[in-house]
């Protein structure tokens, strides 16, 4: 199936580190997202970016995307104790309604 | 306040019975969808819905089954036919694709364990 893969698996990191993310996918997109999901929660939405956009921000959120390559980073910048969670990205493989998610990366930051 | 809600929490069976997960929103979102988590591990389609009245399967139907008769639910049945139904189970809603994507919203999910 078109299920991405997170890279690294976990990371640990201190806080006020940026911390990077990276996913590579299989097949064309119309647009990549990436969630966030807390232990035993659901997953949240944080940011959304297009197959014809390379970059987008949000906050302290940087999403990068390179369809040539399949891939997309997610760097978090000033990291906090609160960012430690679960990250995930998730493609539409083409379809539009159907969404397939990565194995995810595991984010501790240490106070 | 709007959103998904699942229930219950946690839910425990005993192997070779169905049991039925709830999922409700007040989104007024059209398109509905079942995922499954294994530990450490990402999520997994399993039935999704654009619209009340139909479903299509996703990656791992096999074992479950959902109805959609209206808009704001979409249970899941985890049948015994579900080889290894023990998971994280999540649902979620979205705007319907209309050529442009949306974000998922999802419920705080639903455990279940069959022993």
């Known amino acids: 199936s078109q299920q991405g893969e997170e890279d690294p698996q976990a990371l640990s990191i201190q806080e006020g580190e940026n911390a990077t993310m990276n996913c590579s996918y299989k097949?064309?997109?119309?647009?990549l997202q990436w969630y966030r999901q807390n232990s035993g929660r659901g997953l949240v939405h944080l940011i959304l970016?297009?197959?014809?956009?390379r970059e987008k921000h949000s906050g302290r959120l940087r999403v990068t995307l390179d369809t040539s390559k399949k891939s997309s980073s997610l760097l978090i910048t000033a990291s906090r104790a609160a960012d430690t969670a679960s990250y995930f990205c998730?493609?539409?493989?083409?379809?539009?309604?159907?969404?397939?998610f990565g194995t995810g990366t595991s984010l501790t930051v240490i106070p | 306040d709007g959103g998904i809600t699942q229930s219950p929490k946690y839910l425990f069976r005993k192997e070779g019975q169905n049991v039925t997960l709830s999922c409700e929103q007040n989104?007024?979102?059209?398109?509905m969808y079942w995922y499954r988590q294994d530990p450490g591990q990402g999520l997994r389609l399993i039935y999704y819905?654009?619209?009340?009245?139909?479903?299509q399967k996703g990656d791992i139907a096999e074992g479950y089954s959902v109805s959609r008769e209206k808009k704001e639910s979409f249970p899941l049945t985890v049948t015994s036919a579900q080889k290894n139904p023990t998971a994280f189970y999540l649902c979620?809603?979205?705007?319907?694709?209309?050529?442009?994507?949306?974000?998922?919203?999802f419920g705080n999910g639903t455990r279940l364990t069959v022993t």
């Open positions: 979620a809603s979205s705007l319907r694709w209309t050529g442009v994507s949306s974000p998922l919203h």
């Open positions: 097949t064309s997109i119309n647009n």
């Open positions: 970016i297009r197959s014809n956009e």
């Open positions: 998730a493609t539409d493989a083409g379809t539009g309604n159907q969404f397939y």
């Open positions: 989104l007024n979102h059209d398109a």
């Open positions: 819905s654009q619209i009340v009245n139909d479903f």
